[in-house]
């Protein structure tokens, strides 16, 4: 085994926002799985967190649809706020497997709009 960094990475989506505003944007998705091994599959997911966000999220259903086509690969989806910021995020990827899903940035550019409206920011 080499020493030195592991190659593994995590895709990060942000969305700039003034700081006073980030602390009410706050969720964690978890897939609710079904089976397990060969058969494995996401029946839904739930989103959990702070001030009410996750319920904004958990209401489009679309978005939940398309969450449960990549949840397998993706293994979570994580919103943080951070200074004057909200990223959001899926699990760390070995370099081998690192590539942009179409449909995960269609699932951020949902959440992105979400932030957007519950926050009122304009660009």
Not at 4 to 31: F, M, S, T, W
Not at 32 to 55: M, N, P, R
Not at 101 to 121: P, S, W, Y
């Amino acid at each position: 085994m080499p020493y030195g960094p592991l190659k593994y990475y995590q895709l990060h989506y942000i969305v700039k926002v003034r700081r006073e505003q980030n602390g009410n944007i706050l969720a964690k998705c978890d897939p609710l799985i079904k089976d397990h091994f060969g058969g494995k599959c996401i029946v839904s997911v739930k989103w959990t967190g702070a001030d009410g966000f996750a319920e904004i999220l958990q209401q489009d259903s679309k978005m939940s649809d398309m969450l449960k086509e990549v949840m397998l690969r993706e293994g979570e989806m994580r919103v943080d706020p951070t200074h004057d910021q909200v990223r959001f995020h899926g699990k760390w990827i070995h370099e081998d497997a690192l590539a942009i899903n179409v449909t995960m940035f269609e699932i951020t550019d949902r959440i992105a709009g979400h932030i957007k409206t519950r926050l009122g920011v304009l660009n």
